[in-house]
């Protein structure tokens, strides 16, 4: 198996990573404690970080319950500028030389701040994150997602700054939040919009509801990704003899090359998958799907990159060369322009892992 050290080395590129879901712990604290904010169950950093880390067990719904403090501490400009730098310099940290990062403005208004304003101070704390991860050593790009909430009304509003600030470190849109009884349909005005505005969109499927939310995604949204999309595995059949037959959404999926944001960790402890080592991710890659790894929510799901990469070469016996088969997935499936994206896949993602091979090789 591929040592830590090295796992921890390789470059890394992330689809689908919340803001206000990998928080660091004391930052939650500080800011509360600056902000009058006394809503959290635990007020020292080791009893708060073991809540986080297990009161997510159970469900999806369970799970999303704990995003109420951290978004309760993202109010302020200097909140989200300080959330999203860290959040830039932590990825860098752990090897991610690209990441698209995903938040819901519409939850940041509490103290009166407009859209505009949360936008511009996340797009500008990604920033200020980037450079002081490049004086670290360590380089990095960020593209945001503007996530809308699928349980509100606000998602034209959102497509349409979207496409605002997409020059200005926007390069796509998201709906997120309960996915049961909340179809990406009832927000199609917004897909409607961003199709015409030639934006890029994914949408939140196929996490906690099964095949008809990708259905939908797909064939009504016209979803470019699927953010989860780890119940494709329910229009799989593995048969008696070992061989494999695809439903006709599943076959549709994979001939599309439609791209599944899979997040393991997540799924495990959301009950989408019952282990790591049973997480679908390892039929799909070996069925070739267009399959890429991610984190969620580090903070709730206790989790990086390189945990998630080594968690899969203990379940798989994975290597360098399918470490770099999902690093190259994602990076193609990324919302930035062509011409970045091959720029990223041969000037570093491709000698990073030569690099790795080589040293291995000799020793």
């Known amino acids: 198996m591929l040592s830590a050290d090295i796992i921890k080395r390789v470059p890394k590129v992330l689809l689908h990573d919340h ?40 469900s999806l719904e369970i799970y999303l319950e704990t995003f109420a403090h951290t978004v309760g501490v993202m109010q302020t400009p200097e909140a ?9 310099q932590d990825l ?17 208004m509490q103290q009166g701040l407009s859209l505009e304003d949360i936008i511009e101070n996340v797009l500008l ?12 050593g360590n380089t990095i790009r960020i593209g945001t997602l503007l996530d809308a ?41 917004a897909f409607d919009y961003l199709r015409r505005a030639n934006a890029h969109y994914t949408i939140h499927a196929g996490e906690a509801y099964g095949l008809p939310s990708i259905w939908e995604a797909i064939q009504i949204c016209g979803a470019e990704r699927l953010g989860h999309g780890v119940r494709i595995v329910d229009d799989i059949t593995v048969n008696a003899d070992g061989s494999v037959t695809l439903g006709d959404l599943a076959s549709y999926v994979r001939d599309r090359r439609i791209p ?16 790591i080592a049973e ?12 399959v890429t790894v991610n984190t969620d929510n580090r903070l709730m799901s206790d989790t990086s990159m390189t945990y998630e990469m080594t968690e899969l070469c203990k379940a798989f016996d994975y290597g360098l060369r399918d470490l770099e088969w999902l690093t190259i997935n994602a990076m193609k499936s990324a919302f930035i322009p062509f011409d970045e994206r091959l720029s990223i896949i041969n000037s570093v993602i491709k000698p990073g892992y030569a690099k790795l091979k080589s040293e291995i090789e000799s020793n």
């Open 149 to 189: 909430m699928r349980m509100s009304d606000r998602s034209m509003e959102i497509a349409e700054l979207v496409v605002k600030y997409r020059d200005k470190g926007v390069v796509g849109f998201d709906i997120a939040g309960k996915e049961d009884g909340f179809p990406p349909s009832e927000h199609i005005e």
């Open 279 to 290: 997480h679908p991710i390892g039929l799909l890659r070996k069925l070739n799907f267009r």
């Open 260 to 275: 599944l944001e899979l997040c393991p960790k997540s799924n495990v402890d959301t009950h989408a998958a019952p282990s």
């Open 19 to 58: 803001l206000d879901g990998g928080v660091r712990v004391a930052t939650i604290l500080e800011l509360a404690h600056q902000q009058g904010y006394t809503a959290l169950p635990f007020d020292n950093e080791p009893e708060l970080t073991h809540w986080f880390h297990t009161a997510v067990q159970g």
């Open 92 to 108: 860098a940290a752990d090897g991610v030389v690209y990441a698209e990062v995903r938040f819901a403005p519409e939850q940041h």
């Open 80 to 88: 989200l500028q300080r959330v999203a730098s860290e959040c830039a």
């Open 125 to 136: 704390g990604f920033q200020q994150g980037e450079s002081a991860a490049r004086s670290a």
